[in-house]
């Protein structure tokens, strides 16, 4: 197999950068790399510092060259696309009915609050035809939503008067 030689300034200099973040990434204690963290760093080093071809990489890899292409041309290691909002096309009728047993839930003392699960079959009664997954992603946000985040609390804003003066 023919290997392309690192000639270029730039090329070298990514491979710096490649070899480094992946120092960085593996010696980090916290963090293991996951699955698409860990594939970005094998292409990049397989191209900037083994000096493969991108076919060479996709056979290697089994990846499509489109995939290897992006992550090449791509300046980081991370691709982030988050939604905006989440659809909801089967939960999105029954939201009332879930705030409503969220509510009566939190209401309830600690002894007699019920789990998701339980509410999930409660909603599952109204006619509900989803997953379980969806009301556990929803409640977080209601929490957020309808939680105040701190206790009411008296302050006292002047020294109370003594009643011997």
């Known amino acids: ?24 990434v593996l010696r980090h204690p916290n963090h293991r790399p996951q699955g698409g963290l860990l594939r970005r760093l094998t292409i990049r080093r397989a191209s900037f510092v083994q000096g493969k071809a991108i076919k060479e990489i996709c ?10 292409r992006k992550v090449l041309r791509s300046e980081g290691t991370a691709f982030t696309s988050e939604r905006s909002v989440q659809p909801q096309p089967k939960l999105g009728p029954f939201t009332d009915e879930l705030d409503r047993l969220l509510n009566a839930n939190a209401a309830r003392s600690s002894r007699e609050r019920v ?14 035809e989803g997953g379980y997954d969806a009301v556990r992603l929803y409640a977080p946000s209601w929490r957020r939503r309808e939680g105040t985040g701190t206790a009411a609390a008296f302050v006292l804003t002047s020294p109370p008067k003594c009643p011997h003066s």
């Open 59 to 68: 056979r290697d890899l089994r990846l499509s060259r489109k995939t290897v």
């Open 1 to 24: 197999r023919r290997r392309r030689p690192l000639s270029t300034t730039s090329n070298r200099s990514n491979a710096l950068c490649v070899c480094l973040s992946i120092r960085t």
């Open 115 to 128: 789990t998701l699960m339980r509410i999930f079959e409660e909603l599952r009664g109204f006619g509900y």
